[in-house]
């Protein structure tokens, strides 16, 4: 009797086991190892007379591709995502430098413009996709030197919302509301300064440079940046849906474009010959896969899909820029949940520069903390793991 009570307790823990590490696995993390890449567009400069496209993004219907060239004439140029084809483009009145773009679900695109001279302010236009009109151009005057990069357009509830991080001397995180596309309004809730965050103060460093970002439907931030050391980045990084501190982060070679699906970041790498992409778990920042790789590539400075492809733009590559596209995917629908999620609130400790007492909560406008993170699981796994293994040790013994 003792010995069927055990073998049916160390069968049990082994079954916890599995159910553990397949809890880790997301439904598509076999599918992203199936890409293969190959050359979509190749650009010469001396053809379309601009080059080093740095931003880059996909339109919410896949149709379209978007780049923002920063060299000869810098403007944006909207790309047939089946051809390559440059089909429209944009430029503001300056023209100024289009490092960040981004798209909506209402058919708008988001240009993140720094000036010409990266002095005294930091702009962004909105614009609608089909005509390449603009609707809106916004600028926030800041002392001092003083860019762009990563934007990011979100709807939270019945609001959509606009992120832009500003670079150089004066490194921030601000959130606009956008709901109204002619009149885009700072959002004071957000931050800790009234519309944005300090991310000197954020990351603890006063040497830092945050690079691209994405945001879930909670309202998660997820950046790429350099923290501390690297060319262009080091860290990637969870941070919570007020901006107000850091959820959890991980270190990465160069990491820099962002693209954010289904439980899943598509992380770029600006890293010469040695340029890849990451496939990087939400929950835990860990990486399923590394993909793109490519003996001959310049630097990737974004990634996107769009209708099951895979496109990334490799910046300065040949004469000018070139566009990679994968075969395309076939990603499974998710399936729903089989209960409904709980509303207890999570315990894990947020990382902050300026506060070190644990803040939870699961709303868009507080700090929001997960306990799925990689070392819970694999202490679960471990614990598991040595109970089952002691199980079966005493039923050997006692046979």
Not at 74 to 94: C, F, L, N, W
Not at 124 to 132: L, P
Not at 283 to 308: F, P, W
Not at 327 to 346: G, I
């Amino acid at each position: 009797m003792r010995r069927k009570l055990i073998a049916a307790t160390v069968l049990a823990l082994f079954t916890s086991l599995f159910m553990v590490q397949t809890a880790l696995a997301g439904p598509y993390d076999s599918v992203f190892s199936q890409a293969t890449f190959s050359t979509l567009v190749e650009y010469d400069k001396t053809e379309i007379s601009a080059f080093e496209m740095r931003g880059f993004c996909s339109s919410a219907d896949g149709k379209y591709l978007f780049g923002g060239l920063l060299q000869d004439i810098r403007h944006v140029i909207k790309i047939d995502a089946a051809t390559g084809e440059p089909v429209g483009e944009y430029s503001d009145d300056e023209p100024g430098y289009p490092k960040g773009l981004c798209t909506d679900d209402r058919g708008y695109l988001y240009v993140g413009l720094a000036n010409a001279a990266n002095d005294g302010a930091v702009n962004f236009a909105i614009v609608e996709v089909s005509t390449m009109n603009e609707v809106k151009f916004v600028s926030t005057e800041i002392d001092g030197k003083v860019g762009v990069n990563g934007v990011y357009a979100v709807r939270l509830g019945e609001k959509y919302y606009l992120y832009l991080i500003t670079n150089y001397d004066t490194d921030r995180l601000y959130r606009f509301d956008v709901t109204n596309p002619s009149n885009p309004v700072v959002d004071s809730s957000f931050g800790k300064n009234s519309g944005y965050t300090d991310l000197q103060e954020l990351f603890g460093n006063a040497g830092c440079d945050a690079n691209y970002l994405a945001v879930d439907g909670d309202g998660i931030i997820y950046m790429t940046a350099k923290v501390e050391n690297g060319s262009k980045g080091d860290t990637v990084l969870k941070i919570s849906a007020d901006g107000k501190s850091i959820i959890s982060k991980t270190a990465l070679t160069e990491p820099y474009g962002i693209y954010l699906r289904d439980g899943y970041l598509l992380v770029s790498t600006y890293n010469g010959t040695d340029s890849i992409v990451y496939v990087i778990n939400t929950s835990d920042l860990s990486v399923v896969c590394e993909i793109g790789n490519m003996d001959d590539s310049a630097r990737y400075s974004g990634v996107t899909i769009a209708g099951g492809k895979i496109y990334i733009s490799d910046q300065g590559y040949g004469l000018g820029d070139r566009i990679l596209v994968s075969n395309k995917l076939e990603f499974p629908v998710p399936q729903p949940e089989t209960a409904p999620a709980t509303n207890t609130p999570a315990t894990e400790q947020t990382i902050s520069a300026s506060d070190d007492a644990p803040v939870t909560g699961n709303s868009a406008t507080a700090p929001v903390t997960t306990a799925a993170q990689t070392g819970d699981y694999t202490m679960v796994s471990v614990v598991l793991l040595a109970a089952a293994s002691t199980a079966l040790a005493i039923s050997r013994k006692r046979k």
